[in-house]
């Protein structure tokens, strides 16, 4: 059994089809990145599958059970989710925002305990955020924003997480960071991702949208070639294989060389 599958997607805003026909499956451990032109889909596709958007036709399944029936409690218990931080417009400390993803493991009222900030301590450390504890989340740059609301997901300690662009606004050393860090967890990781190098080496898989619908669907290998990137972005690459992972990377080629 799949740990998500989705049958079927449509969803469409005041009669404009942002997704069509879209189905996929991901199994538990897998890396998926999803990857595909700004407008594709991708965050629309993502919304749908964290429940802000509620689809048109079709289904979605989490675990095996259709992501409409189960309580919002349990659906934490088995998915985080790492949202843009600039959807964040309420201002607490670092910590208080980190132990928010520990809500689905207490009981109603129940105060925060000692293991859970522990737990938000030890993911603050591994984001880089250790010793912020105390600074004002909205005080913080986009970035720094980012690696906190990481940390908030993975304190959550749910089966899956689901990001939309997570390094989004990084400085090249936290991308990497954020990616090494979801790498090493034992979870299953669902996440859009801008830099198709960085899709590249980092996931075990790649779906690729365009316009709405699922285009290609497979490795790194598989997917990322010059004809795909054409179709995509319009540009002309170069891919190589990197020789230390055996991974594509695409060298984009400007208009004025090509």
């Known amino acids: 059994m799949a740990q998500l599958e ?14 069509k026909n879209v189905s996929l499956s991901i199994e538990k451990g897998e890396f998926v990145g999803l990857v595909g032109p700004n407008g594709c889909g991708k965050s629309t596709l993502l919304k749908n599958v964290y429940r802000v958007y509620h689809p048109n036709s079709g289904d979605i399944f989490l675990e095996g059970d259709n992501i409409k029936e189960i309580k919002n409690k349990e659906f934490a218990q088995k998915m985080a989710v790492m949202v843009q931080e600039n959807s964040i417009e309420f201002d607490l400390t670092v910590m208080d925002m980190v132990i928010l993803g520990r809500y689905a493991r207490k009981k109603l009222l129940q105060d925060s305990s000692k293991d859970d900030r522990k737990i938000a301590k030890h993911f603050l450390d591994e984001v880089g955020m250790g010793g912020c504890e105390g600074r004002s989340f ?7 924003k980012q690696r906190v609301l990481l940390a908030r997901a993975l304190t959550q300690e749910a089966k899956m997480i ?43 898989r790649i779906i690729v949208m365009k316009k ?12 990322f070639t010059r004809e795909l990137i054409r179709t995509l972005y319009d540009m002309d690459s170069e891919i190589t ?18």
């Open 212 to 223: 709405g619908v699922k285009l290609a669907d497979g490795t790194p290998n598989e997917i």
């Open 6 to 19: 989705i049958k079927d997607l449509c969803y469409s805003i005041d009669g404009t089809d942002i997704l």
């Open 162 to 204: 689901v990001l939309d662009e997570p390094t989004n606004h990084l400085d090249i050393k936290y991308q990497y960071q954020i990616m090494n860090i979801l790498k090493k967890q034992d979870i299953t990781v669902f996440t859009s991702v801008h830099d198709l190098n960085i899709a590249a080496q980092y996931c075990d």
């Open 241 to 258: 294989i990197d020789p230390r992972t055996g991974r594509p990377q695409i060298h984009y080629i400007p208009e004025y060389i090509a």
């Open 138 to 144: 909205l005080s913080l740059s986009g970035g720094e």
